[in-house]
């Protein structure tokens, strides 16, 4: 048996709930209109990871509490599977989304690095690294289950009075055309927000983290930094823009760069540890947790004095939850 076939088997101990690939398009009504979700690196531990922490079970425990909280919607940041290009891992994604699934609560994605692990013609060296082969079309998978994408790589969406603004931060997958168009359509749609009277705030979102104190292998990596170069300077210079959230590295800070707010919040993905910086550091997490961040996901509550944002983070055993942090945008 080969490598990669029997990392496969080894793998995929569960089948999926669907018979054929559900459609995360949802329902608009009959959930809480106060409400949104953002929820990063759901990837379940690949099978090369040897000897990392087993994620599986706090994945569905976080996306059953999501389906709990029946938001408005949901966005994922990036990395919904371990290898976009692997059929049976989109299914193992669909058992666990199931709650939200069966809640008809709309879902919104971008893609990260680990959906573009299913380019068509991956390297030997590829396939040892990611313990699989190829068997799929991502772009297939992908859209075909959030079509409120609109089989689009980067997007916006507004939502009462906020702009969700999504980027591809794949810098490595793009070519130089499809890199100026990103940056013409969102040098415009950030214009067309700030300059539209019904907006009050602008979220902007991609997978890779342009600043993080995580200490994992490969952060910050070269998508990390070009997101840096790319999409920050325009966060900077618009008035309304007032959070930058990532994913990528699994885990949950704060910053403050520039005199404004970045989340990092990778919190499907096995935990990881972030350098604790001081207080006199331009790095400095406001969210003075301690350097082993728990799972957790970011809601958004419109009240009447702005947007609020609860970091909600579950224990090691997976069974109470608590606020890690608090903020309020306005």
């Known amino acids: 048996m080969k490598r990669s076939s029997l990392f496969l088997l080894l793998f995929f101990s569960s089948s999926s709930l669907f018979a054929q690939t559900p459609d995360y398009s949802g329902k608009p009504e009959g959930h809480d209109s106060t409400s949104f979700i953002f929820v ?18 706090a994945v569905g425990v976080l996306l059953k509490k999501i389906a709990d909280e029946n938001p ?6 990036g990395d919904l599977t371990w290898g976009g290009g692997v059929h049976q891992l989109w299914q193992s994604f669909d058992s666990l989304a199931a709650p ?3 809640n008809h609560i709309p879902v919104y994605a971008l893609p990260g690095n680990h959906e573009y692990f299913g380019e068509e013609h991956p390297t030997v060296a590829d396939r040892l690294e990611r313990g699989y082969k190829t068997n799929t079309d991502w772009y297939d998978e992908y859209f075909s ?18 702009g969700i603004i999504t980027l591809n931060a794949n810098f490595r997958y793009l ?16 214009k067309k927000m700030q300059d539209d009277s019904s907006v009050a705030t602008i979220i902007v979102t991609c997978h890779q983290a342009p600043y993080t104190n995580g200490t994992g292998i490969g952060f910050p990596d070269s998508d990390d930094e070009n997101a840096k ?28 760069i520039s005199g404004k707010d970045f989340i990092v919040s990778g919190g499907g993905g096995p935990k990881r540890k972030v350098k604790i910086q001081p207080a006199s550091s331009p ?47 306005k």
Not at 72 to 77: C, E, Q, W
Request: charged share 25%; hydrophobic share 35%; with cysteine.
């Open 40 to 57: 990063g690196d759901l990837q379940l531990r690949g099978p090369t990871e040897i000897g990392r922490e087993d994620n599986r079970n």
């Open 72 to 77: 408005s919607f949901v966005l994922v940041l």
């Open 100 to 102: 939200i699934y069966n």
């Open 145 to 162: 289950r959030f079509p409120n994408t609109n089989e689009k790589l980067w997007y916006s969406k507004k939502w009462k009075d906020i």
């Open 175 to 190: 070519s130089k055309d499809e890199i100026n168009i990103q940056m013409h359509w969102y040098s415009n749609i950030m």
């Open 229 to 256: 170069k790319y999409f920050v300077q325009p966060y900077l210079a618009t008035s309304k823009a007032k959070l930058f959230v990532a994913g990528h590295c699994h885990s949950y800070e704060h910053l403050k």
């Open 283 to 329: 790095m400095h997490d406001l969210s003075n947790l301690p350097e082993m961040r728990q799972h957790h996901f970011c809601k958004f509550i419109r009240e009447s004095d702005g947007l609020h944002m609860q970091m909600m983070q579950v224990d090691d055993n997976l069974k109470k939850w608590s606020i890690g942090e608090e903020m309020t945008i």
